[in-house]
T-cell receptor, first 114, second 115 residues
């Protein structure tokens, strides 16, 4: 049973560029959440997708956007990259309707903006 | 708003000794609490959760946690630490408690187990 997979594992981008990160949820899961983990900090919630729609959003600017596909996989897009966007981006999947279940995380994508 | 606090940046313990990693919470309603562990250059691995029921929750790798409502705490414990337990530990709370799976994390506690 494949867990949550993210690609790429590492990425280096230049300020002002755009980036797309990808996530495949754990088999059987239908909800995907994205988190940003800056160095030395806990993960911060960016947004969550369910049924191909953004359902919740954290305190992140509109430069951060996402998408969920019919197969439940998801993308995180960040436009106009800033140096401060450098972080580990984590994808988590869970199963809607199972309110007492935990979220499973991928290994993350390390984004470096130079 | 829901929140958790991890008062210790780092915990040092000798191998074979018991360990405790502290977490306190602030929530409205009944809390849904979680512990995750992060090894270097890796994502988060689920350890255990408290939703309801017994205050002592048992999880993966011999870890357990005690939910204390009066002290609003959810401390992670292990009777005998291993060097391989050295990692970054995060306490988290679901926001809102019974709602979608959005997690609010603490800042993390680095556990160092010395041989």
């Amino acid at each position: 049973d494949a867990g949550v997979t993210q690609s790429p594992t590492h990425l280096i981008k230049t300020r002002g560029q755009q980036v797309t990160l990808r996530c495949s949820p754990k088999s059987g899961h239908d909800t995907v959440s994205w988190y940003q983990q800056a160095l030395g900090q806990g993960p911060q919630f960016i947004f969550q997708y369910y049924e191909e729609e953004e359902r919740q959003r954290g305190n992140f600017p509109d430069r951060f956007s996402g998408h969920q596909f019919p197969n439940y996989s998801s993308e995180l897009n960040v436009n106009a990259l800033l140096l401060g966007d450098s972080a580990l981006y984590l994808c988590a999947s869970s199963l809607e309707g199972r309110g007492n279940t935990e979220a499973f995380f991928g290994q993350g994508t390390r984004l470096t903006v130079v | 708003a829901q929140s958790v606090a991890q008062p210790e940046d780092q915990v040092n313990v000798a191998e074979g000794n018991p360990l405790t990693v502290k977490c306190t919470y602030s929530v409205s309603g009944n809390p849904y609490l979680f512990w995750y562990v992060q090894y270097p250059n890796r994502g988060l691995q689920f350890l255990l959760k408290y939703i309801t029921g017994d205050n002592l929750v048992k999880g993966s790798y011999g870890f357990e946690a005690e939910f204390n409502k009066s002290q609003t705490s959810f401390h992670l414990k292990k009777p005998s630490a291993l060097v391989s337990d050295s990692a970054l530990y995060f306490c988290a709370v679901r926001d809102p408690p019974g709602g979608y799976n959005k997690l609010i994390f603490g800042a993390g506690t680095r556990l160092a187990v010395h041989p």
